[in-house]
């Protein structure tokens, strides 16, 4: 049996026209930007370059990476998975399959939270379920003084946050290192630790929400989108244990689902929080509530 002349194997391998990006891109099923996403990580390029490189013929085996990523994706894979990162708040985060995706509208999240805690030096942050950590890890980005606390019961998704946070933030920051510990919301906290600030992105999507069987989350971690029961009961938990770890006027901001928001404020003020009021998200819809601990 004679070897195969890698040549002849090259030849296999590559479509019969030239393998561009141009050509590629032209010929994918996938949205353009996805396809775009995906090519420049086979190529370790700027999107930019998919532009001023369009027409430059790719290494067979450049093509061949390129195809088997396409193929993932058509079979379902999310390209934050198959990539392995996710940009939110200006910053990449690492991503595997035991975090939730960072979504653009969990940046009004970061938003408000930094608005709220604008007037406090030194704000204590408190990150409940971090996942990524993308949220304690923007905010403490935009804050270098903030004291910053994330927790997850995902041990997994513990590394990946302390990963992200390791990478993403400056080891010198004055408000010291983001804090990580395993805990179900605040069940592992220490009872006498105090946060001016509590936010939160729950999993809140009802048990039998057909959404749980569809596009991306089918591949993220069941835990981190929905509670199991009605899809508030996460919430509620949090709601409930905040004003034990709350200082006096402490603020607490959580997203949730797209028909929660009146449920949410309703929680709240049962609980205790003034100045109750939820935010809508890019799309119009109400994906934000919070308050502010009365007294
Ligand atoms: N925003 C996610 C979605 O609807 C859900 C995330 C969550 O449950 N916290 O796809």
């Excluded at 996403?37 to 290494?59: F, K, P, Y």
Aim: glycine share 8%.
């Amino acid at each position: 049996m004679t070897a195969q002349d890698p040549a002849d194997r090259d030849r296999a391998a590559t479509p019969a026209t030239p393998g561009t990006p141009a050509t590629l891109l032209r010929a994918s099923p996938l949205p353009p930007l996805e396809a775009r996403i995906l090519l420049t990580h086979v190529l370790g390029w700027r999107q930019t370059q998919l532009i001023t490189r369009a027409d430059e013929v790719l290494d067979g085996a450049c093509v061949e990476r390129y195809l088997a990523l396409q193929a993932r994706r058509m079979a379902g894979e999310p390209v934050a998975q198959i990539v392995g990162v996710r940009e939110f708040f200006g910053l990449e985060f690492e991503v595997t399959p035991h975090v939730l995706i960072p979504r653009p509208e969990t940046e009004l999240l970061v938003e408000t939270a930094l608005t709220a805690m604008q007037d406090l030096a030194r704000p204590r942050v408190l990150d409940l379920g971090t996942g990524t950590g993308a949220i304690a890890v923007a905010i403490a980005s935009m804050r270098p003084d903030a004291q910053v606390t994330a927790v997850d019961r995902s041990a997994e998704a513990l590394a990946v946050a302390a990963r992200n946070a390791a990478r993403r933030l400056d080891a010198k920051r004055p408000g010291g290192a983001v804090i990580f510990a395993q805990s179900d919301w605040y069940g592992a906290l220490d009872r006498r630790l105090c946060f001016d600030v509590i936010v939160s992105n729950p999993p809140y999507i009802a048990s039998g929400d057909p959404h749980l069987a569809q596009g991306d989350l089918r591949y993220e971690p069941r835990g981190a989108l929905t509670d199991e029961a009605n899809g508030l009961s996460a919430i509620r938990a949090i709601v409930a244990g905040a004003p034990a770890r709350l200082s006096s006027h402490g603020i607490l901001w959580m997203e949730h689902g797209y028909d929660q928001a009146e449920a949410v404020r309703t929680l709240l003020t049962a609980q205790g929080f003034a100045d109750v009021r939820s935010e809508r998200d890019l799309a119009g819809i109400e994906r934000i509530s919070g308050g502010r601990l009365a007294g």
